[in-house]
């Protein structure tokens, strides 16, 4: 059985063409986070990212919300992902829901948030993990965890200044102010906002325009521009250079070369 078939606790996958479509499934908890969730969204993109007939993954939420973040009502029991005294908890961070980041850092596969809703705490920022943010009209982006007495140990805090910049990120996190989806747009936490009837087939039409491209130029595009983010120019300048001496012998270049000289679309492949 496919990954995609399988069940999946507290997610659902979607394949539909070269898209995969990945929906947190807990609206009954505003899709807030728990163990079994992390352990399927881990596992999920892992699969996803090893498999060359997904081009886009889309990640989005049941219902009327994106991503809640961390469990209230887990948070008060002291149960679940929140079970433990610190050093316990401390461990449960490191190897629970921090494996989301780090898969998500070493993935090639291009991914879009689809926000759909509110993105809170932990939900803005698996949104801010993501290449691309698309949103709702009627979605919001809040970091809460001061609010509630908290830091965001969910590594967000790193992917956000890497979004909006570091007095932007400053101002989130120490106001915990909600955001609209416009006002996260001017401020660069999202790309494209839409109305929420148009929401899906907006995001469908992205995602298609990304999943045309050559998949190899396009995943190798997208590790260029997360190493270059975080190293010095020698180092860039030797990985571009071996990531192009691959693309410039990919049959996909030469058909894309071709494509242009005709005025023809071309299908690319992954080898």
């Known amino acids: 059985m496919s990954y995609i078939d399988q069940a999946w606790t507290d997610l659902l996958l979607k394949k539909e063409g070269d898209l995969l479509w990945i929906t947190l499934n807990r609206p ?3 899709n807030a986070y728990s ?4 352990e399927s969204l881990v596992q999920t993109l892992r699969l996803a990212d090893e498999d060359n007939s997904v081009r886009v993954i889309i990640l989005t939420g049941a219902g009327k919300n ?10 008060k029991n002291k149960s679940g992902m929140f079970k433990g005294e610190s050093n316990e908890l401390r461990e449960a961070y ?5 494996k989301i980041p780090r898969t998500i850092q070493n993935m090639k596969t291009p991914m879009i948030a689809m926000v759909n809703g509110a993105a809170v705490g932990a939900g803005c920022d698996l949104s801010a993990m993501c290449d691309v943010r698309v949103a709702s009209e009627e979605a919001s982006f809040a970091e809460t965890f001061a609010k509630v007495g908290l830091v965001p140990g969910d590594g967000g805090a790193y992917f956000l200044i890497r979004a909006v910049g570091y007095a932007r ?3 989130m996190f120490l106001t915990a102010k909600t955001y609209s989806a416009l006002e996260a747009r001017e401020m660069g936490l999202v790309n494209w906002v839409f109305p929420q009837e148009k929401l899906v087939e907006e995001t469908r039409s992205l995602a298609l325009k990304m999943a045309t491209l050559p998949p190899i130029a396009l995943q190798m595009t997208k590790k260029s521009l997360v190493h270059a983010y975080h190293s010095t120019l020698d180092p860039h300048l030797e990985l571009v250079s071996a990531f192009q001496g691959i693309t410039q012998r990919t049959e996909d270049h ?6 242009l000289k005709d005025k023809k679309d071309q299908t690319f492949k992954h080898f």
Do not use: P, R, T, Y
Not at 35 to 38: M, N, T, W
């Open 28 to 30: 009954q908890a505003s």
């Open 35 to 38: 163990i079994e969730l992390v």
């Open 66 to 75: 994106f991503c809640a973040g961390g469990d209230i009502k887990s948070m």
């Open 94 to 98: 490191q190897n629970g829901i921090q």
């Open 169 to 171: 990120a400053m101002e």
């Open 254 to 259: 030469f058909s894309a070369l071709d494509s």
